[in-house]
């Protein structure tokens, strides 16, 4: 029975292929009507599976199959062929993308090149320029100097940087005539006394105080209250770390004692860098930070715009890292369209 119904299915798939070999061959034998895929590969299966007594296989049934096969073939071949052709152009697009990409990165490398060596350049200018303003004695211009090619808040980490330059800048903030006025006593001063590193300074008054200042800004770090009459003198301890004063105390009685005093004290650090660019600018070149025209008028200076309050004032200099870096490219665009 399992026999029969094998051989049943067998014989309907005969009659079906049959007829649609016959409809293949009578509309001129298209591609569009051969077998594909799954069903192609069934009918193979299906005549490998004839028994000896089952019906013929016709010719035509064979050329259909056949052309089915062929035309299957030809489709696969063609399918790798533009696989292969779209992977060799994908290749040949990578290629040249890494081509481009390593152009760019020599282009990029080459302007970064230009910019440090031109920055190079102007570090040994500028500080040439900075060695004759001190040999000169003038001081403020060869801060200036420095500080316009001081590295800025923000700078990129490659920028040229010299300790010559540092140490220009330092030494002209030091050779300053005028370094600091130290004001707040009431009375006479009567005795003034540096710390033993220099950064300090003790005085002694009239009016019944010593103070202590920072030698460097001036400014008062301290008072020392308690005598009741004149403070005559003041001195630090060898080590810095204790003030001695001697004065007389006027008693309630209305005599006078004659009384020494010892302070303990304490002492902050100084640190360079950009601590330093900041002192300077702060407390060594108020009121006369940017260039002045005289000195623009120097053809090394030619660059500066006059009319640019940021670019005329080295200490408002900012780098690329700073933000306010691109507020200050936006206002001098804004004023270079105004002066047109």
């Known amino acids: 029975a399992a026999a029969l119904r094998e051989d049943v299915v067998w014989i309907r798939e005969h009659t079906r292929l049959g007829e649609q070999a016959a409809q293949w061959a009578a509309r001129g034998r298209p591609e569009s009507l051969l077998l594909r895929g799954d069903t192609l590969e069934a009918a193979e299966q299906w005549v490998v599976s004839r028994r000896a007594d089952a019906p013929e296989i016709t010719a035509l ?4 199959i056949d ?42 490398g080459n302007v970064v090149w230009q910019g440090h060596d031109l920055s190079r350049r102007e570090t040994l200018v500028y500080t040439s320029l900075a060695v004759r303003a001190l040999q000169e004695e003038q001081y403020d211009s060869a801060m200036r100097f420095t500080l316009r090619v001081y590295p800025p808040p923000g700078a990129l980490p490659w920028e040229p940087f ?11 903030a030091q050779l300053v005539r005028l370094r600091a006025t130290l ?16 950064r300090r300074i003790v005085t002694a008054s009239s009016d019944q105080t010593a103070r202590v ?3 460097e800004s001036g ?20 080590d810095g770390w204790r003030i001695v004063t001697a004065g007389g105390d006027v008693l309630a009685s209305g005599q006078t004692e004659h009384t020494a005093r010892v302070w303990d004290v304490t002492w ?8 330093l660019r900041e002192r300077v600018c702060a407390e060594k070149l108020i009121g006369a930070q940017s260039f002045t025209d005289a000195e623009l008028e120097d ?39 105004q002066r047109r």
């Open 219 to 238: 400014k008062e770090i301290a008072v020392l209250k308690a005598h009741t009459g004149d403070v005559n003198s003041a001195s630090f301890s060898p």
């Open 213 to 215: 200042w920072d030698a």
């Open 162 to 172: 010299s300790t010559e330059l540092e140490g220009k800048l330092a030494g002209a």
């Open 67 to 108: 052309a089915s096969r062929a035309a299957e073939t030809a489709r696969a071949s063609s399918e790798r062929e533009q696989l292969d052709a779209m992977a060799k152009s994908q290749r040949k697009v990578g290629r040249l993308l890494w081509g481009f990409a390593a152009v760019l990165l020599a282009m990029l």
């Open 61 to 64: 049934h064979h050329q259909l």
């Open 268 to 275: 902050a650090t100084l640190v360079r860098g950009e601590t």
């Open 299 to 337: 053809p090394i200076l030619r660059g500066i715009d006059r009319h640019d309050p940021v670019d005329r004032n080295p200490c408002l200099r900012r780098g690329p890292l700073h933000w306010e870096y691109y507020t200050q490219t936006a206002d001098r665009w804004w004023r270079w369209l």
């Open 183 to 198: 004001a707040g006593h009431r009375g006479a001063v009567f005795r003034v006394a540096f710390s033993p590193d220099g």
